[in-house]
């Protein structure tokens, strides 16, 4: 893969994956700063529940469907497996949520601060609003339409915004279920455009097959429980802040957690070029071709993000003080801590990536249970001596020894040193001089 003859689509992909900042940037001002910090924290909540929930929807379903489709041209079977395994994982997990109500508020909010019991009824609606915008998606990524995916995503992001903006001017907007009202009409509007931008792929020739359905089941088994686990890791941490120090402390922990999302940007702009790209390299045996790309990937993002790491250790205080005026000045620290996934995420986003697309899944799988319970067992302790302090500690600990561990694992395979990793510098420098020349010319 010659990344040069990809920057166009590099561009979009990034200015795509930049919408989530460009939210979390608004987010911040129009909802952090205007929502007292127990709303914000009840909201927070609901988030991370539907983004698990989505998270474990898009490892079942559509990550299979993502490499199959990327390998083939009639991807009709797989889409239909797809939707089903979706639909039903979406199914039963809202009505657990509908069933066991009750049981989840105290653990969610144990000193009965908010209104949990009335958002978590909106997770539902949610992940129906959701269903056909990740399946459009995972479409059109396994063809490279980042143009198309982009003003889906775009649809959602600042369609939200659009509409939080006149909440506030209509007095329509004090409360965590506002903010969630808003998101759920954000979704269900980029799911409908989604489908306009998708309405030609669907006179294709779709129907259910037993081969590719169980294919899809067999690796999204993996691809499941892999990102199962790895799912609760990245939302346990807020669980344990929840069960702790309450919506108040969600708020303030989720305020430093705000900036990861810089680093999940990172991630899933590799993920979209890597999975579909490795599938097909490494079923053609170009390792020589895997070798030289995972290593520039690295380089190039690790290089990108290193003045992202400065700005997060060495002035976390100056930079919450200018976004929410001295409110929670208290995450700094967490801040300080979370600055280090920007060293890590390169690694972990290449390697990761490859392996899905190698499907080679089954000892990340188990190695990914490793970590599940190393993060929990950090969280217990760190976060009963240091509170969120030692949450975050515990999350950036557990993230980089899994990441070193599936490192070696992928080196059975496709080899990368990180001697080599940074010998590509020079070709970064030359590859930001050849186009500032052109654009001079």
């Given at each position: 893969?010659?990344?040069g ?11 795509d ?6 939210y979390g ?22 988030q ?6 989505t ?8 990550q ?55 958002l ?5 609606l ?15 990524q ?23 903006l ?5 007095h ?9 009202k ?17 309405f ?26 892999g ?6 890791f ?11 120090a ?22 899933q ?5 890597l ?14 071709n ?5 290593e ?20 976390p ?11 929670y000045q ?13 060293l890590i ?97």
């Amino acid at each position: 893969m010659e990344f040069g003859k990809h920057i166009t689509k590099g561009i979009w992909a990034f200015a795509d994956k930049a919408l989530p900042a460009i939210y979390g940037v608004a987010y911040i001002f129009l909802v952090i700063r205007v929502l007292p910090e127990q709303e914000y924290g009840a909201f927070v909540i609901v988030q991370t529940l539907f983004a698990f929930v989505t998270a474990l929807g898009f490892a079942l379903a559509f990550q299979p469907f993502t490499k199959f489709a990327a390998e083939t041209e009639d991807y009709g079977p797989f889409a239909v497996a797809s939707v089903i395994l979706s639909g039903g994982f979406y199914l039963l997990v809202s009505a657990a949520i509908l069933l066991f109500q009750p049981a989840l508020v105290p653990i969610f909010d144990p000193a009965g601060s908010a209104n949990i019991s009335s958002l978590l009824k909106y997770v539902p609606l949610l992940l129906v609003a959701s269903l056909y915008r990740s399946y459009a998606i995972s479409l059109l990524q396994t063809t490279y339409q980042v143009q198309k995916i982009f003003w889906i995503d775009a649809a959602y992001f600042l369609g939200t915004i659009v509409l939080i903006l006149l909440a506030r001017e209509l007095h329509r907007f004090n409360t965590a279920e506002d903010i969630v009202k808003m998101n759920l009409l954000g979704i269900s509007f980029s799911s409908l455009l989604s489908i306009a931008l998708t309405f030609r792929s669907l006179k294709g020739k779709y129907s259910f097959q037993k081969e590719a359905f169980w294919k899809m089941v067999n690796f999204g088994k993996f691809s499941f429980g892999g990102n199962a686990v790895y799912t609760v890791f990245s939302q346990l941490d807020i669980f344990f802040v929840s069960s702790t120090a309450g919506v108040t402390g969600v708020a303030i922990y989720n305020v430093a957690k705000i900036f990861n999302r810089l680093t999940d940007m990172l991630a899933q702009v590799l993920q979209m070029f890597l999975v579909p790209f490795s599938s097909k390299a490494y079923a053609k045996g170009e390792l020589d071709n895997l070798q030289v790309t995972a290593e520039k990937a690295i380089c190039f993002s690790t290089l990108l993000f290193l003045p992202v790491f400065v700005l997060l250790f060495f002035f976390p205080e100056w930079l919450l003080e200018l976004l929410y005026h001295g409110k929670y000045q208290d995450a700094a620290p967490v801040v300080r801590v979370f600055s280090f996934l920007t060293l890590i995420v390169p690694w972990n986003g290449v390697i990761a990536s490859y392996l899905i697309g190698m499907n080679k899944l089954k000892v990340p799988m188990m190695l990914s249970v490793v970590h599940l319970i190393l993060s929990f067992v950090l969280y217990y302790f760190l976060t009963d001596t240091l509170g969120f302090f030692g949450t975050s500690i515990g999350y950036v600990t557990a993230l980089f020894i899994t990441t070193f561990m599936i490192y070696l694992y992928l080196k059975s395979f496709v080899v990368i040193l990180p001697q080599k990793v940074f010998s590509h510098i020079t070709d970064v420098m030359a590859f930001v001089q050849t186009k500032i020349i052109n654009l001079l010319k």
